[in-house]
T-cell receptor, first 113, second 114 residues
Framework: KNQVEQSPQSLIILEGKNCTLQ??????????LRWYKQDTGRGPVSLTI?????NTKSNGRYTATLDADTKQSSLHITASQLSDSASYIC????????????FGTGTQLKVEL | EAQVTQNPRYLITVTGKKLTVTCSQN?????MSWYRQDPGLGLRQIYY???????DKGDVPEGYKVSRKEKRNFPLILESPSPNQTSLYFC?????????????FGEGSRLTVL
């Protein structure tokens, strides 16, 4: 069964600090992995999309890494801001499979002063 | 502005009263999909559509219907809502399909069934 597990479930950090969120998956055969940011009460917004051949991808202060061998990904946030407070969702896509995505349950990040 | 628009954003209804949540996209996307999001669970797919008049079940289709008569619209129909359908619903669209491009989400529709 395809699964995506994220850790930690929740995280509180001080503004200006860095943090790293983890995603482990068992989706096979792998097509791509995405990170989404979801503000409370809003729809998810795409941060990065990585295919098998990509190890690192950045979007401003967000940097995602992918290790397809160990089936792990991380999302690193640099110099956090209050506006980074949100849920971060890891989503993995398999080739074929009826165009379905497997969603993680998200990491709830809170950035405090 | 490219967007996916859902209506209503908030709805409280009673068991058995038919309702429709509309979804419209202005990006000429082929692929559209409905998800529900519940606390502690990841987004779960209800139905998806690869093109006009082509729809297929997702992981949790029971109690829902959809139609795709036009490319831009993909309404979600609850014929006889029940309390276990209380949830946050998202419509999403993609140019060809979620495997090949970015998936754009609407702002969500929070449904409460009493």
């Amino acid at each position: 069964k395809n699964q995506v597990e994220q850790s930690p479930q929740s995280l509180i950090i001080l503004e200006g600090k860095n943090c790293t969120l983890q995603c482990n998956y068992t989706v096979s055969p792998f097509s791509n992995l995405r990170w989404y940011k979801q503000d409370t009460g809003r729809g998810p917004v795409s941060l990065t999309i990585m295919t098998f051949s990509e190890n690192t991808k950045s979007n401003g202060r967000y940097t995602a890494t992918l290790d397809a061998d160990t089936k792990q990904s991380s999302l690193h946030i640099t110099a956090s801001q209050l506006s980074d407070s949100a849920s971060y969702i890891c989503v993995v896509s398999a080739t074929g499979g009826g165009n379905k995505l497997t969603f993680g349950t998200g990491t709830q990040l809170k950035v405090e002063l | 502005e490219a967007q996916v628009t859902q209506n209503p954003r908030y709805l409280i209804t009673v068991t058995g009263k038919k309702l429709t949540v509309t979804c419209s996209q202005n990006m000429n996307h082929e692929y559209m999909s409905w998800y529900r999001q519940d606390p502690g669970l990841g987004l779960r797919q209800i139905y998806y559509s690869m093109n006009v008049e082509v729809t297929d079940k997702g992981d949790v289709p029971e109690g829902y219907k959809v139609s795709r008569k036009e490319k831009r619209n993909f309404p979600l129909i609850l014929e006889s809502p029940s309390p276990n359908q209380t949830s946050l619903y998202f419509c999403a669209s993609s140019l060809w399909g979620p495997n090949t491009g970015e998936l754009f989400f609407g702002e969500g529709s929070r449904l409460t069934v009493l």
